[in-house]
């Protein structure tokens, strides 16, 4: 079935360490995003793409990075800049810009905790 | 600033009962908005995507309605089952060159036996 493959699904980061989250769809779409899920909050958009090997922020990337080098992966990396990590993070996909009113698909999330 | 306010925050129903959700919004210039079920520890599903021209869309026992003049829309569940409890989330985009969606917080609802 095809469909977006988050992993792991749970994650602890340790003081100081960098973490990657995996993103990995195989809809055969072009743009991917990344969000984050606080309790209580709207998802915040952290980066998107629309092309392999072009990425832009979203609301709020500092401390954060992701690349594009293939169409079926999107993977995001929470550095030790990002100083409040623990949250629910939400990778998604769709055939191209949303302004052509295209659904997003999602995957099921990695929750992320400090140790 | 865009924004996107979702009531109630949390609703209990029983079994069978119908329920309305709300949603405002203050998004412009405003795209399409869309309502995503949410169950806990998975990701959103789309259930309805409306653009400026349409007031209703159906998906089954969820009806949404959109009324662009007053920045309102509403998802109504009917004869609920224990498979809707999930969180409900309202999305407004943006009409500009950007992949810009403002998500509202969400509805929390448990149907109980």
């Known amino acids: 079935d095809g469909g977006i493959t988050q992993s792991p699904k749970y994650l602890f980061r340790k003081e100081g360490q960098n973490v990657t989250l995996s993103c990995e769809q195989n809809l055969n779409h072009d743009a991917m995003y990344w969000y984050r899920q606080d309790p209580g909050q709207g998802l915040r958009l952290i980066y998107y793409s629309q092309i392999v090997n072009d990425f832009q922020k979203g609301d709020i990337a500092e401390g954060y990075s992701v690349s594009r080098e293939k169409k079926e992966s999107f993977p995001l990396t929470v550095t030790s800049a990002q100083k409040n990590p623990t949250a629910f993070y939400l990778c998604a996909s769709s055939i191209r810009q949303l302004r052509h009113n295209q659904p997003q698909h999602f995957g099921d999330g990695t929750r992320l905790s400090i140790l | 600033k865009n924004q996107v306010e979702q009531s109630p925050q949390s609703l209990i129903i029983l079994e069978g009962k119908n329920c309305t959700l709300q949603?405002?919004?203050?998004?412009?210039?405003?795209?399409?908005l869309r309502w995503y079920k949410q169950d806990t520890g998975r990701g959103p599903v789309s259930l309805t995507i409306?653009?400026?021209?349409?007031n209703t869309k159906s998906n089954g026992r969820y009806t949404a309605t959109l009324d662009a003049d007053t920045k309102q829309s509403s998802l109504h569940i009917t004869a609920s089952q224990l498979s809707d409890s999930a969180s409900y989330i309202c999305v407004v985009s943006v009409d500009n060159a950007g992949n810009m969606l403002t998500f509202g917080g969400g509805t929390r609802l448990m149907v109980k036996p």
């Open positions: 949603c405002n919004y203050t998004v412009s210039p405003f795209s399409n």
């Open positions: 409306m653009t400026f021209s349409e």
